[in-house]
């Protein structure tokens, strides 16, 4: 079946660690998104990447950094310079790129709930 | 910068009953799409409606659109136990050239049996 698969589930941090989180789609999507997800707060864009080796910060990237050397993944690290990474992590895809014409809906993982040590 | 705002905040219904929820957003939109999220889960799309569509149907679900007031609403009848999640209002607006999908906070339904 296809979809998006992420991965671990749950995280711990350690002071002053990167983490990586993982995201792999085999939905042949173009467009990978990653959010954030507090209580009451919504989801948050991090980063998107439109097409691989292309990336675009989103409303919150401080402290994060991705990379999209091929089509199916697109991992998150979330940096020591993070100072408040306590969240649920989700991973999107759509099948084309962003633009006026584009009408499809995103594809979400099961998430990554990250927690500090 | 969240673009969509859904209300009420939470809901609590009980089985049967049908339940409303409501997305207002500030900006032109190219389409407006729900999402339900299970405790715990992932988002699970439910239904796009493109801006020039006032009405759409899927099964227990109805949404219509009103560009005129930037509103939209998400009408579940019959309400079960299991409809019980989060539901979430995205729209694609424009952001720096592109479109990108821009969430709300969410509204949480409760359906008791």
């Known amino acids: 079946d296809g979809g998006i698969t992420q991965s671990p589930k749950y995280l711990f941090r350690k002071e002053g660690q990167n983490v990586t989180l993982s995201c792999e789609q085999n939905?042949?999507?173009?467009?990978m998104y990653w959010y954030r997800q507090d209580p009451g707060q919504g989801l948050r864009l991090i980063y998107y990447?439109?097409?691989?080796?292309?990336?675009q910060k989103g409303d919150i990237a401080e402290g994060y950094s991705v990379s999209r050397e091929k089509k199916e993944s697109f991992p998150l690290t979330v940096t020591s310079a993070q100072k408040n990474p306590t969240a649920f992590y989700l991973c999107?895809?759509?099948?084309?790129?962003?633009?006026?014409?584009?009408?499809?809906?995103?594809?979400f993982g099961d998430g990554t709930r990250l927690s500090i040590l | 910068s969240q673009q969509g705002e859904e209300d009420p905040q939470a809901l609590s219904i009980q089985e049967g009953e049908n339940a409303t929820m409501n997305c207002s957003y500030k900006?032109?939109?190219?389409?407006l799409q729900w999402y339900r999220q299970n405790s715990g889960r992932g988002l699970v799309h439910l239904i796009l409606?493109?801006?020039?569509?006032r009405e759409k149907h899927s099964g227990r679900l109805r949404v219509t659109l009103d560009t005129s007031k930037k509103s939209s609403s998400l009408l579940i009848t019959a309400s079960r136990a299991a409809d019980t999640a989060s539901y979430f209002c995205?729209?694609?607006?424009?952001?720096?050239?592109?479109?990108?999908?821009?969430f709300g906070r969410g509204t949480s339904l409760i359906v008791h049996p």
């Open positions: 999107a895809s759509k099948a084309d790129r962003d633009s006026v014409y584009s009408n499809q809906p995103q594809h």
């Open positions: 409606i493109r801006s020039n569509e």
């Open positions: 939905l042949n999507h173009d467009a």
């Open positions: 990447s439109q097409i691989v080796n292309d990336f």
């Open positions: 900006t032109s939109i190219n389409n």
């Open positions: 995205a729209t694609d607006s424009p952001t720096g050239g592109s479109y990108i999908p821009t």
